[in-house]
T-cell receptor, first 109, second 113 residues
Framework: DQQVKQNSPSLSVQEGRISILNCDYT??????FLWYKKYPAEGPTFLIS?????DKNEDGRFTVFLNKSAKHLSLHIVPSQPGDSAVYFC????????FGTGTSLTVIP | DAGITQSPRHKVTETGTPVTLRCHQT?????MYWYRQDPGHGLRLIHYSYGVKDTDKGEVSDGYSVSRSKTEDFLLTLESATSSQTSVYFC????????????FGEGSWLTVV
């Protein structure tokens, strides 16, 4: 059974608007939560992370929110840019990291 | 760039043959991982290592073995390749720029015919 789930396979947003990508997990023992961006034929690129002791972390246009009671995290991208179009993976774990199935984001110019 | 090199980058092999993928890191990280990426499944952990000769199974370890005889090298072996092992394989390390974060190599594309 999947420990990390991304229930939206795809998302389209207009350039300049907010993109919100969601992720759910099942194991309350996970210590760290990570987001990655992936282009075809490349390895995943780390974007931003958050530890279980925090509920928000910002890095430029990217903000990750963690809701431990709901076992839910989200990635906000503001403003969205066409170059953000990619597949986004969330991951959770401590030493072993489990990944979701990804959300394909398309930012429309 | 996390100093990870995967080889080979592309390989076509026949069913039943053994295949070894190599992951090499230059920054002395303790943890190393092998993942596979398949459509509809995301990235799934095959095996990981937490030190020389210390390895453990991940989510999809059947049909795979690993070895780590040196800190810098983590080998993934398919003892007898099957078509279901056609995939993209990514090596990763934990550490680097952000603590408690994993960084990936560029991937190895394996086709089993």
């Amino acid at each position: 059974d999947q420990q990390v789930k991304q229930n939206s396979p795809s998302l389209s947003v207009q350039e300049g608007r907010i993109s919100i990508l969601n992720c759910d997990y099942t194991n309350s023992m996970f210590d760290y939560f990570l987001w990655y961006k992936k282009y075809p034929a490349e390895g995943p690129t780390f974007l931003i992370s958050i530890s279980s002791i925090k509920d928000k972390n910002e890095d430029g246009r990217f903000t990750v929110f963690l809701n431990k009671s709901a076992k839910h995290l989200s990635l906000h991208i503001v403003p969205s840019q066409p170059g953000d179009s990619a597949v986004y993976f969330c991951a959770a774990g401590s030493n072993q990291f489990y990944f979701g199935t990804g959300t394909s984001l398309t930012v429309i110019p | 760039d996390a100093g990870i090199t995967q080889s080979p980058r592309h390989k076509v092999t026949e069913t039943g043959t053994p295949v070894t993928l190599r992951c090499h890191q230059t920054e002395n990280h303790r943890y190393m991982y092998w993942y596979r990426q398949d459509p509809g499944h995301g990235l799934r952990l095959i095996h990981y290592s937490y030190g020389v000769k210390d390895t453990d199974k991940g989510e999809v370890s059947d049909g795979y073995s690993v070895s780590r005889s040196k800190t810098e090298d983590f080998l993934l072996t398919l003892e007898s390749a099957t078509s279901s092992q056609t995939s993209v394989y990514f090596c990763a390390i934990k550490g680097g720029r952000a603590e408690n974060t994993i960084y990936f190599g560029e991937g190895s594309w394996l086709t089993v015919v």
